[in-house]
C-alpha cells in the first residue's frame, strides 16, 4: 500500500460554502465525511485530490427525521448513528438491520450512508435497498438544488449523476405501507457483499397482493431491478412461484467476476439468496 499524497482538507460549515468550494476546484477536489472508502483510495493511488471538503460542521446535514411518511437522512449520519436511530428502527427496521451489518464496526463508526453512495463502491449494501424503497437523494449545486432517485443516481462502478460543483445533502426514504414486508439478505465474503437481495411485498395468507418488489445488488455494475413474473394471488411457498423468481432474478445481473467467483458461480448466488429473501418476507408476514 502506498502512502497519502499532500493535499488540502477545506472545513465548509454551510452546504452554500461546500458547493462554492466544489466550483472552485473542480475536479481536483472530493467532499469528504467519514473518507472510508475516499482515504483508501488516495493511499492506494488509484484517486488522486488535492483538496477536501470536509463537510461533517455542517449541522444542517446530520441527523434523522420523518415528515409525512418519508425518513430523512442527513448526509453526514454515519452508519453507526443509523442503526441505533430509535426513529429509523421504528419506521424501517430492515434498514436499520442492514445498516448494522455494513463492512465493520470501525467503517461504521466513521463511515456515512451519504458517501456510500457518492462513491458508487459496487460491493456495497445499502443501493439495492434503497433502489427497493424508491429512495432519492438531495443534490445541492450552483443552479439550487434537485432530487435524484437512487436508481438513477449509480451510473456505474465508482461512477454518479453527481455534478462537478453538486454535494449530496440529503437521502429520503419513504415508508412502506404498514403491511409492505421488507427484507435484505447477502452473502459476504470478509467485509464486502458479493450478492445482496433486497424485497418488498405485501401477503395475506401467504399469497403475494401484486407483484413484489425485488433489487439485486452488489454483484453487478449497478443495483438491478427484477422483471418479476405476474404474480397476484400466487402463493409464496409454492415451489413453482419461487423458482420462477429465482430464475428472473439469476436472469436480471451481468455479474462482475473477481476474486469472490466467477458469473455462474455468482448468478448462482442471486438465486440462492432470491429464495432467501422470499423465505424472509414469508417470516416476517406470519
Do not use: C
Not at 419506521?91 to 458508487?120: D, S, Y
Not at 428472473?248 to 429464495?275: Q, W
Amino acid at each position: 500500500m502506498g502512502t497519502l499524497r499532500r493535499f488540502e482538507v477545506h472545513r465548509a460549515t454551510s452546504v452554500d460554502e461546500a458547493v462554492e468550494l466544489r466550483r472552485r476546484y473542480g475536479d481536483d477536489a472530493a467532499v469528504y465525511a467519514g473518507g472510508t472508502e475516499l482515504l483508501l483510495a488516495m493511499k492506494l493511488g488509484v484517486a488522486r485530490y488535492a483538496h477536501l471538503i470536509d463537510v461533517k460542521p455542517i449541522a444542517a446535514i446530520s441527523g434523522v427525521t420523518r415528515t409525512d411518511g418519508i425518513v430523512r437522512v442527513g448526509a453526514t449520519t454515519t452508519h453507526w448513528e443509523l442503526e441505533r436511530d430509535p426513529l429509523l428502527r421504528r419506521a424501517l427496521p430492515a434498514f436499520a438491520r442492514m445498516e448494522a451489518n455494513v463492512a465493520n464496526v470501525r467503517v461504521r463508526a466513521a463511515g456515512t450512508l451519504a458517501g456510500n453512495l457518492a462513491f458508487a463502491e459496487p460491493h456495497a449494501d445499502p443501493p439495492a435497498l434503497l433502489v427497493a424503497l424508491g429512495a432519492r437523494v438531495t443534490l445541492q449545486g450552483s443552479n439550487g438544488a434537485r432530487m435524484v432517485a437512487v436508481a438513477d443516481l449509480i451510473t456505474g462502478v465508482y461512477e454518479t449523476a453527481i455534478g462537478p460543483d453538486e454535494i449530496l445533502t440529503h437521502i429520503e426514504i419513504p415508508v412502506p405501507p404498514e403491511d409492505a414486508r421488507v427484507a435484505y439478505v447477502k452473502f459476504q465474503i470478509l467485509e464486502r457483499p458479493s450478492v445482496g437481495v433486497a424485497a418488498i411485498a405485501t401477503l395475506r395468507e401467504g399469497r403475494f397482493v401484486g407483484a413484489p418488489t425485488l433489487v439485486v445488488g452488489a454483484v453487478d455494475e449497478v443495483p438491478r431491478r427484477v422483471a418479476t413474473p405476474r404474480l397476484a394471488g400466487a402463493s409464496a411457498r409454492a415451489a413453482e412461484t419461487r423458482d420462477a423468481i429465482a430464475e428472473a432474478a439469476r436472469a436480471a445481473v451481468e455479474p462482475i467476476p473477481d476474486l469472490a467467483g466467477g458469473v455462474e458461480y455468482k448468478r448462482h448466488l442471486v438465486g440462492v439468496f432470491t429464495l432467501r429473501a422470499l423465505d424472509e418476507l414469508v417470516a416476517e408476514a406470519a
